[in-house]
């Protein structure tokens, strides 16, 4: 038999480890691993229930996607509202995935990064176009939850790559620009996207379709609390019509390094007597794929100066001006891949012998040059 004492001795202790536990467990990175195993032991997800406030598994309802029928004779057009669309989403970034893994995911997914509904017409051709410099890392989580998230919403949709040759500073609105110009040359897009690499939407009624006027989709990121910085952001992720596009004459094309392109491109959606639209802060939510500042793409110091000038400069510079040269496009299975040269702020470069395009990686004497 045990004395009272020893018996108070263990409840303390069984107490003292109870308190461990729970000081654990209310850790982030605890709270995680109790999310996932309260996950695996719910059944419900993707029957159209109320979803958990960490979302669903973006691959849950895929399954019926693939066993649709196939057409018979014609095709009728998608429902208004995809019925594949279930809300939030888990977004995590496990190490290990590789893009064998996302494309065994997405066997509906052909050559380019190209997809359509099996089983209806769809009411959408959208776009995506994603400037990329040795970011291939985020690529394969964004290619990750992009596909079957584009998939749920029944669009006709393709994934484009634009990869800026060279090591010379980045500019990411004129890759834009060559985006926009590569992927109408592939198909008559009623909608482009304008996608980070590092931004994964967490939430599947963010639909991306184009609306009346250029849409601002990123409102809600979570490295800004899930709350718009400021009103004319227009940073991360926008959607325009081909249409919204011209009439803003595109994107600059001088704004070489970080920061005030996306800013210069807000101004010009009102300078085309547009006016930017968003969906809500509960569903244009975004994860950020955390990453320093890259090499090559330092703050431009320019910016300020560029932006006070939009006003005159945005008929000059844009769309109409943007001169590159492809150096390769290729049909993927996930995406199509083009890779441009965009040359630097004194002009394009055109290699000696035009036919015979220099390795991306090779950086002009000049180049470096300008860059020191
Ligand atoms: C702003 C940047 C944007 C950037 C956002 C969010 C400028 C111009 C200065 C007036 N704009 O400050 O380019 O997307 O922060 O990081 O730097």
Redo the contacts with the bound molecule.
């Keep these: 038999m045990l004395s009272i004492q020893s018996k108070l001795r263990y409840l303390f202790m069984f107490l003292g480890v109870q308190l461990v536990v729970m000081a654990l467990l209310s850790r982030e990175g605890y709270q995680k691993r109790v999310t996932y195993f309260i996950r695996i032991f719910r059944k419900s997800e993707g029957a159209g229930h109320n979803l958990s406030v960490s979302g669903s598994d973006v691959y849950a309802n895929l399954s019926v996607l693939s066993r649709a029928p196939p057409s018979s004779e014609v095709m009728t057009y998608c429902p208004q509202t995809s019925p594949y669309i279930r809300g939030p989403i888990h977004v995590s970034f496990p190490s290990g995935l590789t893009l064998a893994q996302v494309q065994r995911k997405n066997p509906l997914v052909v050559r380019g990064g190209r997809y359509r509904p099996p089983d209806c017409e769809s009411r959408h051709r959208t776009a995506i176009i994603i400037p990329h410099r040795n970011r291939e890392h985020h690529l394969k989580f964004l290619l990750y939850y992009i596909h079957p998230f584009l998939q749920r919403q029944q669009l006709n949709y393709g994934i484009y790559i634009i990869h800026q040759a060279g090591n010379y500073t980045f500019n990411r609105a004129k890759l834009m620009n060559v985006g926009f110009r590569e992927a109408m040359r592939d198909e008559d897009w009623d909608c482009l996207f304008f996608h980070d690499v590092d931004l994964i939407p967490e939430d599947d009624r963010n639909t991306y379709v184009c609306d009346a006027n250029p849409k601002h989709a990123a409102i809600a990121m979570d490295k800004f609390g899930y709350k718009l910085?400021y009103n004319l952001?227009f940073?991360g992720v926008s959607a325009l019509t081909p249409l919204h596009y011209l009439k803003m004459n595109g994107f600059p094309n001088n704004y070489w390094g970080w920061?005030?392109?996306?800013?210069d491109i807000g101004v010009r959606v009102s300078l085309g007597g547009m006016h930017i639209t968003r969906p809500s802060v509960k569903v244009g939510r975004y994860k950020m794929i955390k990453h320093k500042l890259d090499k090559g793409n330092d703050i431009n110091p320019k910016?300020?100066n560029m932006?006070s000038k939009t006003r005159q400069s945005w008929k000059l510079d844009g769309m109409n001006t943007a001169e590159y040269e492809i150096i390769s496009r290729k049909y993927l299975p996930l995406y199509t891949n083009i890779t441009v040269e965009i040359g630097t702020e004194a002009g394009l470069h055109t290699p000696p012998a035009a036919a015979q395009p220099a390795p991306p990686d090779s950086a002009k004497p000049d180049q470096k040059q300008l860059k020191s």
Excluded: A, Q, S, T
Aim: proline share 9%; no cysteine; hydrophobic share 20%.
């Design positions: 910085p952001y940073g920061g005030g392109e996306d800013d910016r300020f932006l």
